[in-house]
Structures are given as C-alpha cells and as structure tokens.
C-alpha cells in the first residue's frame, strides 16, 4: 500500500515562510506527478499546487505568487515553499497524486499561521 508522510509544517508568523516536504513509496510521484492540498477546520481539503511528471505547475490563485511546488522524481519526493504566508493560510496540509482518483491520504502537515 502506498505511504505518503508530509513534514515541515508549524508555527509561522504572517509575512513568514516555511517550506513543506513529502515522500511517497514506490514510484508514485514519478509516474503520476503530485500535488499538495490543504483543509481548514471546517471546510473542504482544496488544491494548492501541482505538478505533472514532466515539470509543468498549476497553482490555486490564492497562492499564485507566493508558493512554489517541485519535486524530484528520482528520490519520489515533493516540496512546497510557502512564503508570504497568511492567516487564511492556516491548515492541515497534505500531498497526493493531482486526482481525482487518489491514493491513501498521509496524516498531513498543521500549518498555522498567526496575524
């Protein structure tokens, strides 16, 4: 069964930064590209960020700017550089393949982000 663990995640003042990592097993990510996802309490998980096997990015346009996705398909591993954070940004973070369908979700990574 595929394993995702996301890391990274914390306590964060608005205007900072912080940089999410994710790791998958198998070759997840280099045959299916990823992409990372967030739910607030309260609301639906939605798209952030992803990204296809071959490089190409899609963002959410409330991030558009201030998050970069990447990722390296040799070790199936993904980041998240997340700079110029807000408290609307504050959730619990996950990474994934761009679905639907999608696999096993991980525990997810608590970004909180105080005004």
């Known amino acids: 069964q595929v394993q995702l663990v996301e890391s990274g995640g914390g306590l964060v003042q608005a205007g900072g930064s912080l940089r999410l990592s994710c790791g998958a097993s198998g070759s997840l990510f280099s045959l299916n590209g990823m992409g990372w996802y967030r739910q607030a309490p309260g609301k639906q998980r939605e798209l952030v960020a992803s990204?296809?096997?071959?490089?190409?990015?899609n963002y959410a346009d409330f991030v558009k700017g201030r998050f970069t996705i990447s990722s390296d398909n040799a070790k199936n591993t993904g980041d998240l550089q997340m700079n110029s954070l807000k408290p609307e940004d504050t959730a619990v973070y996950y990474c994934?393949?761009?679905?639907?369908?999608?696999?096993?979700w991980g525990r997810g990574t608590q970004v909180t982000v105080s005004a």
């Open positions: 990204i296809t096997r071959r490089g190409s990015t």
């Open positions: 994934n393949i761009p679905g639907p369908p999608f696999v096993s």
